[in-house]
Structure formats: structure tokens, C-alpha cells
């Protein structure tokens, strides 16, 4: 089979977006525009991705620094979309064939393009347009009687007549590689806008007798770019709900799927219900029948079955075991790891902290650096002093302890297998297995105790 080189064109300065980052960098649904289309380039098994760049080119390049077998090819002049393809040209496998995707149509489904890189290897110019309502700014796609087509025109080129034909061109095409080069060296600039246009290629190919297969595809949103803010706003909204159905034709519920967003990968088992406003970052795996709440946000995170994160809640690089409970209104940090059945509820935050089977650590508490055993009870208000501002320490709570309300474990400090610390107590020296320890000072009681009184104004 031929090799499969992919050009994506992105020099364009992408001066609507009124940014100072390069157009490509916006993203849609958290990823820069330009990975999706290099995702899509590596999907269809390209040997080759070619990215033609210009205004901002050390800013994307090193956005994509460790992303792997990528030639970026510097436009340093925007002479136009041929003059564009003809840089890369050199860079590409001449026996292959191309596909010329563009840096700011970042939704192309990997469907739409299998058969023009099929009908490419075929010895085919492939060419995908969409029909649209507003065809305006658009290169019309045009046919003859028999409906096959001839050329396209660009909007400024174009006579009245053509100006009111509603199937546009994409700008995506695959054609083999060594007629593409001929037909590119053959481009002049002689026209409206003065540009060296990739669109004259197909009257060049109808000139030498190369079939031109025309690919419509029925989605706009699919090869749509970005120019402006309102845009790329209607392509996030877009690809969204693509998203939710996703979620929703894997068996997952969404209250709402226009309240969902998803900025990455979400796996996800059974009669999982996500109600509104979540948003799921990284990639996040849902065991079955797991339940979240309105307004949470999880990243990089793994839930287990039968969970249930109550609204308002973050968790974000944790590990979270079966049937646990969390939230309202919760914080779990990077390297949080709790077993199954643990209840954590409102206005608690752990970061580095382990937490076994069954403990509860149910309000107003920060667990940083702390291993915590089973069965352990964490009372309201419980801090662990774990930086001595320079350094982090470790607090290890054994199983079946009790932690009273409002008590500092001062680390590095262990509350040893059963023990028991009362409320308030301040804890900086290790507490044996089955003790009490009990920090707080004595009551001191004074009988009709008079208050400091305001001196009286003369
Ligand atoms: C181009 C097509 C038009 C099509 C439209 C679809 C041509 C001549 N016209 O029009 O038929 O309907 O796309 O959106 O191809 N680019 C470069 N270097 C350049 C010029 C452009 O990399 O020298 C890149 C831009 O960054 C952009 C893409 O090519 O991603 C398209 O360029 P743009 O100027 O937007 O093309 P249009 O004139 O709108
Ligand atoms: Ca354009």
C-alpha cells in the first residue's frame, strides 16, 4: 500500500482571534487545534506529518515538542495555500500519497477521510466539500452537466453565477504525491488575490485526465475552522455534544449533555449519572454505577464502582475505591489514594495521603503527607502540620484510631493501632498503640466574672 503523508497547513496568522498565541494554540475541548488534527493525521497511520508554520512557529513548535515524528516545514512568507503545499512537498514521500488537512479544522472524523486517502491510492484526486447555506468567502466547487467537477473558484475570482453556488470547497484533498508535485510547480499567482491557490490542482488533474472524486460531507461543524473567538466557541459547543453522545450511547446518563464537558478521556462502566456542570479533565475511568454530583470537576482520576461524589466536588490525580463517598464540597489532590468505603465529606482537602478501608474523614480537615490506616475516624477540624516550611513530613495514623475534633498531628508524628487523641489536642510526639493522648490544658473555672466595661464619654 502507498505511504500516507499528511500535510497540515497552519502559517496563518489568524489575526481575528486577537491573540497573542498562535491560532493553532486555541483549543477545543482542551486540546490546541492543531493536536487534533495531528491526533487525526496519526489515526489515519500517516508515515509522514508535515506541518507548514509561520507567525508564531517557535510557540508551536515547542507546544508540540514531544509529540514524535513530526517535519515542521517554516512558510516564512504566506504566498498562499499551493505555495504553502509546495514547501512540504520536498519533505514527503514521493511513491506515497497526501492528505492536505488544515491546523485550524480541527474536527475532521477519521470516517470522512478514510475514502479520500482510499480513493487517492486509487490514482484519484479526492476532494471533500460541504453544501452550506451561507456559501460566502468560500472557493466554489464547480461541476458540469453531468455533475462531475471541473475546477474551483474563489470567491473573488468568481462570477455572479458562481458566487450562488452553495457547494464550497473544504480545502481538504488527497491525490498521490508525484501528481501533486507536477500540478503545484505548474501554479501561477495570476489571479484576484494574487496567492499561488492549492485549488487550481483541480482543474489541472481534470486537464490531464485524473478522475476527481468529490467527497460531500453532511456535517458543517466537521471542516469548519477557526478565524475568530465566536468560532472556535461554536466548534467547543460542537464538539461537546459529540462528546456527551458519546458518553450517553456508552451507557452513561447525563442529566443534562449540554452541561457536560469533556477536555479529555472519559472510560466509563455501567449506569454511571453524571448530573449538571461537570467537567471531566485528563483522563478520568468511572467504575460501574459510580454518581456525580452538580458542579464537580475531576482530572486524571480513577473511580471505582458504586461511588458517590456529591456536588461541588475536585478530585484530581486520585484513586478513589469502590463505594466511597465524598463530598459536598471536597478537595482530593495528586496522589490521593482512598480504599473502598471511605466517607470524606464537606471542606476536606488530602494531597499525598493514603486512607484504608472504611475510615471516615467527614468535615473540615487537611490530610497532606499522611498515611492513614482502616477503620480509622478523622474528627471534624483535624489538620496535619505537615510542612515546617521547609520541609514536608509524614503523619501515620494506624488502624482503628480516633482522631478527636480540632487536633493538629504535628509530623512527622504516628497515632499508633487503636489510640485514641482527644479533641483539640496539639500532637507532636508519636501516640502508642491503644493510649490516649490529651493535650488540652486544664479548665479553669472563675465564678460572676466581670467583664471589661467601655470608659463612659464626658
Ligand atoms: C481556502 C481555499 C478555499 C476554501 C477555504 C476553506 C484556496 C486558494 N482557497 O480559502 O477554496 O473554501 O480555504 O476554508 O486554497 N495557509 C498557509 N499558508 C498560506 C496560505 C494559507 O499555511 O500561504 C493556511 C492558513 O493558515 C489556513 C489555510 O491555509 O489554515 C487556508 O488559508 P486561508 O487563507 O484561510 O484560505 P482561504 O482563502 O480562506
Ligand atoms: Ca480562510
Redesign the pocket.
Known amino acids: 500500500m502507498q505511504q500516507l503523508s499528511v500535510v497540515i497547513?497552519?502559517?496563518?496568522?489568524?489575526k481575528r482571534m486577537v491573540s497573542d498565541m498562535p491560532?493553532v494554540l486555541h483549543r477545543v475541548g482542551g486540546q490546541p487545534l492543531l493536536g487534533h488534527v495531528l491526533a487525526t493525521a496519526s489515526s489515519l497511520e500517516a508515515a509522514t506529518r508535515v506541518v507548514?508554520?509561520?507567525y508564531g512557529g517557535e510557540a508551536v513548535k515547542a507546544a508540540f515538542a514531544s509529540e514524535a515524528g513530526v517535519v515542521w516545514v517554516d512558510?516564512a512568507?504566506?504566498?498562499?495555500?499551493?505555495?504553502?503545499v509546495a514547501q512540504a512537498l520536498p519533505q514527503i514521500e514521493e511513491s506515497g500519497v497526501v492528505l492536505v488537512l488544515?491546523?485550524?479544522?480541527p474536527l475532521t472524523r477519521l470516517e470522512t477521510l478514510q475514502p479520500l486517502v482510499a480513493a487517492a491510492r486509487q490514482g484519484k484526486l479526492a476532494l471533500l466539500t460541504v453544501e452550506l447555506a451561507d456559501p460566502h468567502?468560500?472557493?466554489?466547487i464547480v461541476r458540469n452537466g453531468a455533475g462531475q467537477v471541473r475546477r474551483?473558484v474563489?470567491?473573488k475570482d468568481a462570477t455572479p453565477e458562481e458566487r450562488s453556488l452553495h457547494e464550497?470547497?473544504?480545502?481538504i484533498l488527497a491525490v498521490s504525491a508525484a501528481q501533486l508535485r507536477g500540478w503545484v510547480s505548474q501554479l501561477t499567482n495570476d489571479n484576484a488575490?494574487g496567492?499561488?491557490?492549492?485549488?487550481?490542482v483541480i482543474a489541472l488533474a481534470v486537464h490531464d485526465g485524473v478522475a476527481v472524486e468529490p467527497f460531500t460531507v453532511t456535517e458543517p461543524a466537521e471542516?469548519l475552522?477557526v478565524?475568530d473567538r465566536r468560532q472556535l466557541a461554536e466548534l467547543e459547543r460542537f464538539y461537546q455534544r459529540r462528546q456527551a453522545d458519546t458518553l450517553l450511547l456508552g451507557g452513561v446518563t447525563l442529566l443534562d449533555p449540554a452541561r457536560v464537558d469533556l477536555r479529555g478521556t472519559v472510560v466509563a462502566g455501567k449506569d454511571v449519572v453524571v448530573d449538571v456542570n461537570v467537567v471531566f479533565e485528563g483522563v478520568v475511568r468511572l467504575g460501574d454505577r459510580v454518581r456525580i454530583g452538580p458542579f464537580c470537576v475531576l482530572k486524571d482520576a480513577v473511580i471505582g464502582d458504586d461511588v458517590e461524589i456529591q456536588s461541588h466536588c475536585r478530585v484530581e490525580g486520585a484513586e478513589v475505591g469502590a463505594g466511597a463517598q465524598i463530598g459536598p464540597f471536597a478537595r482530593l489532590r495528586p496522589d490521593t489514594r482512598l480504599a473502598a468505603g471511605v466517607h470524606i465529606g464537606n471542606f476536606v482537602e488530602t494531597k499525598k495521603t493514603s486512607i484504608g478501608p472504611g475510615s471516615k474523614v467527614n468535615h473540615l480537615t487537611y490530610l497532606g503527607d499522611a498515611e492513614i490506616g482502616a477503620a480509622v475516624n478523622v474528627g471534624a477540624g483535624t489538620i496535619t502540620c505537615n510542612y515546617d516550611g521547609a520541609n514536608k513530613h509524614k503523619t501515620i495514623v494506624e488502624d482503628g484510631a480516633f482522631i478527636g475534633s480540632n487536633s493538629s498531628l504535628v509530623a512527622p508524628v504516628r497515632i499508633g493501632k487503636g489510640a485514641t487523641v482527644g479533641a483539640g489536642s496539639s500532637v507532636s510526639r508519636d501516640v502508642p498503640e491503644g493510649g490516649l493522648c490529651l493535650t488540652r490544658p486544664p479548665r479553669k473555672d472563675v465564678a460572676n466574672w466581670q467583664r471589661p466595661v467601655k470608659p463612659k464619654q464626658s
Not at 512568507?77 to 504553502?84: I, N, P, S, Y
Not at 468567502?137 to 466554489?140: N, S
Not at 464550497?168 to 480545502?171: A, E, F, S
Open positions: 497547513l497552519a502559517a496563518g496568522k489568524g491560532k507548514v508554520y509561520g512558510q512568507e504566506q504566498l498562499g495555500t499551493g505555495h504553502a488544515y491546523g485550524d479544522v468567502g468560500y472557493g466554489r474551483i474563489e470567491e464550497i470547497n473544504t480545502g488575490q496567492e499561488y491557490y492549492l485549488t487550481d471542516v475552522g478565524n
